[in-house]
């Protein structure tokens, strides 16, 4: 079953917990089987029943849905709302978000004056030389910041969601290709029908082509995907820790005598309460921070234009590109080296992309353009000026260059701009979580929903204690903000290359965008990140491993739990049942159906999973009305309360399927009646599309009283079906009404655990018998994550053996 709903109790025991009538009953289940063959396994399908085709599904027209969706969010509380269909921002709207992007987004790219020319490495830098790292920064600045990221790369949102899983998920909802995610992720055809799903293309590119037959090309994609999230991990450790630990080191330009054990000190406590106040959310220290970085804009290009006027009126001829190759001509290797810390001015820009869910598209092009942009420009101009005069002072130029009158005062806006900086990767890293959660690939964790109108500001308590932990490592390990820049640049490079590769995959499948801009796009940015990543991989060994160490830690635990719930997946798959194998099994085990509704979650969207079989051949019974229910995380960010639920017969009487859909940032909430009641008025739906259910009350009370009805109930049935006396869809009608009034339902899930065969390779058994479990019991409970009332709650464990 879903991961989102799976695994509850550890070993082999069937546990039956109930506080409200039902009694407990213990017994132990382990089911020793063998694992079919591949062959077999291919002959699954990912489509829904056909017993259940799309065409029995009744719906409401369009526009009456559109129509009915202001009530049913307001009336719904547990449904995130999306931004396309309840917020409608105007000039003023996108002004307000642009002002909260300064506190969150743009903190990182913006306070890199800090640090680049410090850990620029040059014993007695000449004029053309600084005339030439100021005209990389500028047009680093400009093609990659201003061009690739505003301009190109937003473009390629997710319905305003971005990162390196928003553009994969883009892509599935256009190629069959997310199958390696998991075949519960595959694409349905039915999916085409929401109202946030965009429609794939009939352009059948070679691309796609490829990407959908090739399974090498298809686990390139995800393997590089799942890497890029991993490196903005490791980005969100290292921003906070060179952030924080450059800006307080400014206090021994003034007061030489401060050790910098002390500013180590310093810095860690600054950072840890930098980590606790992400518990209030990104709005609030949106706004608490936004002001800050307002001032730190506003001051520093002030400072950049008194050091220009004073030291070097005609800075800005270093725009011209010829004093890039000029920078080459005279320092060779070292010039090469020196990108490496150069490269630094553009750290921050991911996350323009990566932080899109908190914000607009708008917004972020509006702050980064018309402020962002223009005082980092002049910033550097203005350090670069102080430089030419001041050359000695290249270690310190940032604290240096500020007049002694303000120092003070600019060194705490520098240091709070320097916590704030901390902020862009940190949001960046939950966003990314949760995308990589509900599309299978990361372990679960809390999150929890900072804002009621910003569906994408989320806050995870685990992975926040665990960036701060990492991060105050890294301070007390590198001890100053050089040989952390040495590690940074590293994750950064990749990241990008990352969103290159990505964006033209998205140009080639989804934009149909004319081959010639594709490869100057491609060829243009490959480039210069990949100069730049020959460069910083030559920090490697003086840090740079850091950010891989990081990296490929969280890449091996998305690898193990990916493949290990792919694995539990196609062993549930091939021991799913029948409809008829069910019918029979109820008949031969004679088995009472108990009043009530039952819901048994389960991953398997074909078939009646091997639970229920499990649960019937023990406890001997089934509910009146059982619902086979599988929680599907679908490519788009959020699904319509009108659109989420999807139902149907499977075959039997009684036993009805349900896929609840959720886009990747919607959050499942059942421990009220909500989610219930949905899944009933969908199903009277469905039965009785044209007539009034108020028409069945009559055969609602016949089957409360103490008619032969009411007593068919409860009798031992002899067969699979209960046959009602009556019309049979008004007494399907009244039969599911009032087993629906009689009790609260009963929530059934499932513990799934795999252990070796005897002919299970030795890395198999590894993978999933010993890392994949280890993941699988340190993780986040699934009734947490769905919030079953435990009253309700039954669970069930079944061993397999592949």
């Known amino acids: ?198 429609k794939p293309k009939t352009l059948r590119s070679k691309t796609k082509q490829l990407l959908e037959t090739s399974k090498a090309a298809q686990n390139i994609l995800l393997f590089v995907v799942m890497m890029g999230t991993c490196m903005v991990m490791g980005d969100g450790v290292l921003t906070p820790a060179i952030s924080v630990l450059s800006a307080i080191g400014g206090i021994k330009s003034e007061e030489s005598a401060i050790s910098q054990t002390v500013v180590i000190v310093i810095s860690s406590v600054v950072l840890v309460a930098l980590f606790l106040l992400q518990s209030r959310g990104t709005s609030k220290v949106s706004f608490l921070f936004s002001p800050i970085m307002i001032a730190w ?194 994750a950064v490079v990749f990241v990008m290359i990352i969103t290159t590769f990505l964006v033209t995959i998205v140009m080639l499948v989804i934009w149909s965008t004319p081959w010639p801009v594709i490869l100057l796009y491609f060829i243009t940015y490959l480039t210069i990140e990949g100069v730049y990543m020959t460069s910083v991989l030559n920090k490697v060994p003086q840090g740079g491993w850091v950010p891989f160490a990081i990296s490929a830690f969280f890449l091996l635990v998305m690898l193990i739990w990916n493949s290990g719930r792919k694995k539990k997946y196609q062993v549930e798959a091939m021991h799913k049942i029948s409809s008829g194998e069910l019918s029979l099994q109820i008949s031969n085990l004679g088995a009472v159906r108990t009043p009530g509704i039952c819901f048994f979650y389960s991953e398997l969207i074909h078939g009646v999973p091997p639970i229920i079989s499990q649960y019937v051949k023990i406890v001997g019974s089934v509910h009146e009305i059982v619902i086979i229910t599988n929680i599907r995380f679908i490519p788009v960010t959020t699904v319509l309360p009108s659109e989420r639920i999807y139902v149907g017969r499977k075959g039997v009487q009684g036993i009805y399927w349900c896929v609840a859909r959720y886009g990747y940032m919607d959050i499942i909430d059942l421990e009220g009646k909500e989610f219930v009641d949905q899944v009933i008025e969908k199903l009277t739906e469905y039965i009785t599309p044209n007539e009034d259910p108020s028409n069945y009350e009559s055969s609602v009370q016949k089957l409360s009283g103490n008619s032969e009805n009411s007593q068919l109930v409860n009798q031992k049935s002899t067969s699979a079906t209960i046959f009602l006396e009556g019309n049979s869809t008004q007494m399907e009608i009244a039969k599911l009404q009032h087993a629906h009034k009689k009790d609260a339902a009963v929530h059934v899930v499932g513990k799934v655990t795999l252990i070796s065969g005897k002919n299970t390779s030795w890395v198999e058994g590894i993978l999933v018998e010993n890392l994949y479990r280890l993941l699988q019991n340190s993780c986040r409970s699934s009734i947490a994550a769905l919030r079953i009332p435990p009253s309700r709650l039954l669970q069930v464990g079944m061993v397999y053996e592949l």
């Open 297 to 490: 804009f506003v001051t520093t290009p002030m400072i950049g234009a008194y050091n220009i006027h004073k030291f070097y009126p005609g800075i800005f001829k270093a725009l011209s590109p010829h004093y890039i190759i000029r920078f080459f001509q005279r320092n060779d290797k070292d010039g090469w080296v020196n990108l490496g810390a150069i490269f630094l001015c553009i750290t921050g820009a991911e996350a323009m992309f990566a932080d899109l869910g908190h914000f607009n598209k708008q917004a972020i092009q509006i702050a980064f353009s018309t402020m962002v942009y223009p005082s980092l420009i002049i910033t550097y101009a203005g350090e670069a000026a102080y430089l030419i005069k001041h050359p000695e002072n290249l270690g310190d130029a940032y604290f240096k260059s500020i007049p002694r009158p303000i120092y003070w005062p600019m060194f705490i806006i520098s240091t709070l701009a320097a916590i704030v900086a901390s902020q862009a990767l940190i949001s960046a890293t939950f966003s990314i979580i949760k995308q990589s959660m509900a599309l299978g690939c990361f372990p679960r964790v809390k999150l929890i929903h900072t804002s009621k109108k910003e569906e994408g500001q989320i806050y995870s308590p685990e992975i926040n204690y665990i960036l701060m932990v990492l991060c105050l490592a890294i301070v007390i390990g590198f001890r100053n903000g050089t040989q952390i820049g040495n590690a940074f640049g590293v």
């Open 1 to 198: 079953m879903q991961d989102n709903i799976e695994d509850v109790e550890v070993g082999s025991k069937f546990q039956f917990d109930n506080v409200s009538g039902i009694s407990t009953l213990n017994a132990e289940t382990t089911l020793a089987r063998r694992m079919p063959t591949q062959q077999a396994l291919q002959e699954h399908r990912t489509e829904l029943p056909t017993a259940d085709p799309d065409s029995n599904l009744r719906r409401s027209p369009l526009s009456i849905e559109r129509e009915a969706i202001a009530p049913v969010f307001k009336e719904q509380k547990y449904m995130t709302e999306y931004k396309a269909w309840v917020q409608n921002y105007g000039k003023w709207g996108n002004l307000v978000l642009a002002y909260q992007t300064l506190g969150v987004v743009y903190g990182d790219l913006g306070t890199s004056p800090l640090y680049v020319f410090p850990t620029v490495s040059m014993s007695s830098p000449q004029e053309e030389d600084l005339l030439g790292i100021l005209s990389i920064i500028f047009w680093t600045l400009t093609l990659m910041g201003l061009l690739k990221y505003v301009f190109i790369v937003l473009q390629a949102d997710d319905h305003g969601e971005g990162g390196t899983f928003a553009l994969y998920s883009k892509l599935c909802r256009h190629t069959k290709i997310n199958v390696n995610a998991g075949q519960q992720y595959s694409r349905l055809d039915s999916d085409m029908n929401l109202s946030h799903y965009d």
